[in-house]
């Protein structure tokens, strides 16, 4: 993913980074998953017309994906329930983004409710991307991504969840930490709440 989608691909093509992502997808040894910006750098370019996050630039992207991308002035803000298509698992996300992306000759990898697809991939599905944050917050799809993962090793598929993904306990724990090192009291009575 990135936040400044522009700025990002020329770090990667500065770095290096980008050539390196390009040759692992090439070799086909490794699964590539791009979000939101990530997406749209695993493309052919990305258009930046209206000078979002540049002053109007075309950049060619990795050309991982056959794909363009260009940022609309409009931002994409919605909560999604999606569709993983080739698992059949139901996803919970957002979308936040300007980017729009021409996916129509690619496997539909990731489907909203309302059928639009949000997340497209290479034939051989090693390569694909998505506009659906949270997707790997699943702990269904998180176990059958690492699980697909394991059997192209050669590692039986373990089918059952691992770890259990919920931010819930944490942020009570994180909470109660807070409640008791602060004077929680007193901070209420500056803010006028007490």
């Not at 980008?18 to 040894?29: H, Q």
């Not at 750098?41 to 630039?57: C, N, V, Y």
């Not at 050669?154 to 724990?173: C, K, S």
């Given at each position: ?20 992502i ?92 309302d ?23 699943s ?56």
């Amino acid at each position: 993913g990135s936040k400044n989608v522009i700025s990002d691909l020329h770090y990667l093509r500065r770095s290096g980074l980008g050539e390196a992502i390009a040759k692992l997808a090439s070799e086909g040894k490794t699964e590539l998953v791009g979000v939101c910006g990530g997406l749209q750098m695993l493309g052919l370019e990305i258009a930046d017309p209206h000078g979002i996050e540049s002053s109007g630039q075309e950049l060619r992207a990795l050309g991982l994906l056959p794909v363009k991308s260009f940022l609309a002035p409009d931002k994409t803000l919605v909560r999604v329930e999606a569709t993983h298509t080739l698992s059949g698992i139901t996803l919970h996300g957002y979308e936040i983004h300007h980017g729009q992306t021409n996916n129509s000759d690619l496997l539909p990898v990731i489907r909203r409710r309302d059928g639009s697809v949000i997340g497209i991939g290479a034939p051989q599905g090693h390569t694909w991307g998505t506009y659906l944050h949270g997707l790997f917050d699943s702990d269904a799809f998180r176990r059958w991504f690492i699980d697909r993962l394991r059997t192209r090793r050669g590692l039986p598929a373990l089918g059952t969840v691992q770890a259990v993904y919920n931010l819930e306990p944490a942020i009570d724990r994180l909470a109660e930490v807070v409640r008791s090192r602060l004077h929680i009291h007193q901070i209420y009575q500056l803010m006028g709440l007490r």
